[in-house]
């Protein structure tokens, strides 16, 4: 069976997770005690410490309402908000209290045009609108006239990657109002979120497929395929192996870099970093591995550093095993370290 739940207090269940079936969390200004500005507080508050990590501000001016519903069922999750408010924003600091590998759907259910930031790219929804975002990267989505009616569905990358292996150029690209598949979304979601709908075990097994499925289909008509499109998708790719080279080489001489640490860095899953790498034709540690040892040559090789010890320059390029410094440098250079000074 479902559950219904209004809060007034901060955090969604712990075990919200562990409950086999569909989850149906409303959360509205109106059922909160106190007058209008002290509802306003605490709705907005809690949105922030518990409830999705949001951050929203009010529309200036205008009596405040706010209605937050959450549905969850097995990995997915789907969110719709209306209300006045003029942005809602995700920060670093909420992605820290709250992180995952997923991909949110972002769909325009109002009736003005709203704005979408991230990673340095704004894109303009119209109503009825949708935009695949990174829910691991901040973005803020600002409304035009400050009434906001906003559809977020989100699930597992890897779940997308299965149905669609090129959705990751896609993100941060329209699809038209005009296109059907939003249409198809607002109204799977519309059943999800209806209290009055009853659901079946059998029903709920294919939520979190259905949900991976209509992500997918967006991200895939996210663009006609063109070949200006195609140029746009590769001129992407460029300009974020780019950024990727440029964290490597600003930090190769870091043990602990990574390319998960790099992919938080900039926005992007782990998985996308590998791939773009590959392209190059040299992996993250293949690259890691030759700046290092390069570094470590020319060092080994200049005259003011003859004081150093071989064990120094080593560590001092990100080596924490000497032992498998040399035997790298051995085999890239064919002689010893000791032999490069």
């Not at 605490?42 to 922030?48: K, Y």
């Not at 409304?143 to 292996?165: F, H, K, M, P, W």
């Not at 289909?217 to 080279?245: E, F, K, Y």
Request: proline share 2%; with cysteine; net charge neutral.
């Amino acid at each position: 069976m479902s559950r219904k739940t209004v809060f007034s207090s901060a955090g969604l269940p712990e075990h919200l997770g562990a409950y086999e079936g569909l989850h149906r969390i409303t959360y509205n200004s109106s059922d909160l005690i106190g007058g209008e500005q002290i509802q306003k507080e605490q709705w907005i508050s809690s949105l922030t410490s518990g409830y999705a990590r949001l951050r929203a501000d009010p529309a200036i001016g205008r009596s405040f309402e706010g209605e937050l519903r959450i549905v969850r069922a097995s990995d997915v999750s789907v969110g719709t908000i209306h209300g006045t408010v003029k942005s809602i924003s995700r920060t670093t600091e909420d992605i820290a209290a709250q992180s995952t590998n997923n991909v949110v759907l972002l769909l325009n259910a109002g009736h003005s045009p709203l704005s979408v930031d991230q990673a340095g790219r704004s894109v303009d929804l119209s109503p009825g609108a949708s935009v695949l975002v990174e829910q691991s990267a901040p973005s803020i989505i600002r409304v035009s006239d400050g009434q906001c009616g906003l559809i977020a569905v989100q699930t597992d990358r890897e779940r997308v990657r299965q149905r669609y292996a090129g959705f990751e150029d896609r993100l941060m690209t329209v699809v038209s109002s005009s296109m059907m598949i939003n249409a198809l979304l607002r109204a799977y979601v519309g059943v999800l979120a209806d209290e009055k709908e009853a659901e079946s075990q059998l029903t709920m097994q294919f939520v979190a497929d259905h949900i991976a499925d209509l992500i997918a289909a967006t991200a895939s008509i996210a663009t006609p395929v063109t070949a200006h499109d195609n140029a746009d998708a590769r001129g992407l790719r460029a300009v974020r192996t780019q950024a990727i080279l440029t964290k490597i080489r600003g930090g190769f001489t870091d043990p602990e870099i990574s390319a998960q640490g790099i992919a938080k860095e900039l926005g992007l899953s782990a998985r996308y970093v590998q791939d773009l790498l590959q392209e190059t034709g040299i992996s993250f540690s293949e690259r890691v591995l030759e700046l290092r040892l390069q570094r470590a040559h020319k060092m080994l090789s200049q005259r003011h550093n003859d004081a150093m010890r071989v064990s120094e320059i080593a560590l001092i390029n990100g080596f924490s095993d000497v032992s498998y410094f040399n035997r790298c440098f051995r085999r890239r250079f064919g002689y010893t370290p000791s032999s490069a000074r």
